[in-house]
């Protein structure tokens, strides 16, 4: 067996469930082997697992045939992405005093850290706790560590969730597979999609899905807002079967001749038994819905579209939808780029090159530096002992005879019998046994011995009377 190393990762989002099987490799990077999906509309909503036993069938799929790449191993652990509508930050400062001027060490920001997770009112997990902006004797600083002042405050930022999140996740996998780790989705995607120079210069990461849309910004090289919204491209598809169309046929239509600008035309043309001018109306409708929404977060953030000068980079399969991008970038007016696959990934599946997967990419790129040397997601078979057949013991005071099993019937001596019953005794047990084998050796009982010695006692009684009497007759006949 070898002793690769390899890294599993879960992404469980409102349209599919996403399982990618990679190798570590010595660059610090990944290499993706096999990217596996599976439809998860029916168990899924809003990034939160509503049906946790269908949800545990398509899990089980998905991990089946990644096992089926690295056969015979097996997957033992799984990291997992987690996303969903109420991903959001929260916001606190948390401070301390000290008596005299001393440095600031890395503990003293961790205490004040494991504070916020204790005194944060929020309802729900936090997820991850970001240190966001630094203040010594009230005066800003990039970098606190090292530093000596009376008073630190730390502006930090928490990702917290709803309980049910991680608590269904945790039933879809039914310890079957031990959980090596929690990614927040939205963070993964800024480490692995951002360049260092759009999260300093500011930024805003979008992440268009099927029912959620994620907006992060970056400033300074740290998050300061995140929120999830409840709208995705899905309400598109649901507005589109409003024309008498099934779901798959609106889903068909949305990516072949929806666009969300609307065309200037205005010529109309029969587009799947519908009306295109009817399809248009549809769709930039709730576009322009969608990118408004997306718009206003830049307000709730507290910055300015001057602070974002990197513009928008937009993720996710809902951003496929033709002239998307472009109507970002009228209503936001920030330049829009598509997020690409990290540099350190490797592809080895032609399937994870379309841009509906850059979340599970970056989800296990994160999980693949968070790996420890030695550790892996996939363990060797473990390898049956033949059984070695154990010989019964061998009773000493019964011989072992082949055949049937049945008591041994030993002969039985009388009294007076002598040397005739020794013979018959042995002539029996040589019937008994096959002649090429050794007759057992008798064990005496106490009643064999009693037997025996009572004969020997009668036989020296019988000898002592008839020498008495021997001697007797002899005497008379003297005295006559």
Known sequence: MD????????????????????????????????????????????????????????????????????????????????????????????????????????????????????????????????????????????????????????????????????????????????????????????????TNEERQLGCMLVDFGAETTTVAIYRSGVLNYLATLPMGSQLITRDLMCLNVLEDAAEEIKKTSGNAIASESGRSILVDSVQSTDVQNYVVARSEEIVANINEQISY???????????????????????????????????????????????????????????????????????KIGDSCVQDPVVATEEIPVEPPVNPERPIVEGPEKPLEMPRKHKGEGEKNKAETDRGDNDYFDNDEEPPRKVSTFKDIFQNLKVKVTKVFEESDDAYYDNDEDDKSQKG
Request: hydrophobic fraction near 40%; charge should be neutral; glycine fraction near 8%.
């Open 3 to 194: 002793n690769k190393q390899y890294v599993v990762a879960l992404e469980i989002s409102s349209s599919k469930i996403v399982g990618v099987i990679g190798e570590p490799n010595a660059n610090g990077g990944v290499d993706v082997l096999d990217i596996e999906a599976e439809r998860s509309l029916n168990c899924v909503r809003w990034g939160c697992i509503q049906n946790v036993e269908e949800a545990k069938v398509r899990i089980n799929r998905v991990i089946s045939r990644l096992e089926s790449r690295i056969s015979p191993k097996k997957i033992t652990g799984v990291y997992v992405g987690i996303n969903g509508r109420s991903v959001h930050n929260y916001s606190m400062p948390i401070s301390t005093t000290f008596d005299e001027e001393s440095m600031i060490t890395e503990n003293v920001i961790e205490s004040l850290k494991e504070r916020y997770s204790g005194e944060a009112d929020v309802h729900g997990d936090i997820l991850e706790v970001i240190p966001c902006r630094y203040f010594v004797d009230n005066n800003e600083i990039s970098n606190p560590i090292g530093a000596y002042g009376t008073n630190v405050k730390v502006l930090f930022n928490g990702v917290v969730a709803k309980n049910m999140l991680k608590m269904n996740i945790n039933r879809a996998l039914d310890s079957q597979y031990s959980i090596k780790g929690y990614i927040v989705t939205p963070l993964a995607l800024a480490e692995h999609v951002l």
């Open 301 to 371: 953030s507290g910055l300015s579209r001057e602070q974002i000068a990197a513009g928008i980079v937009l993720v996710g399969g809902g951003s496929q939808l033709n002239g998307f991008n472009r109507l970002i970038e009228q209503m936001t007016k920030l330049k829009v780029r598509f997020g690409g696959i990290p540099s350190s990934v490797t592809l080895h599946d032609k399937a994870a090159h379309g841009i509906e997967y850059r979340q599970i990419i970056s989800i296990v790129a994160q999980a693949s530096s968070m790996m």
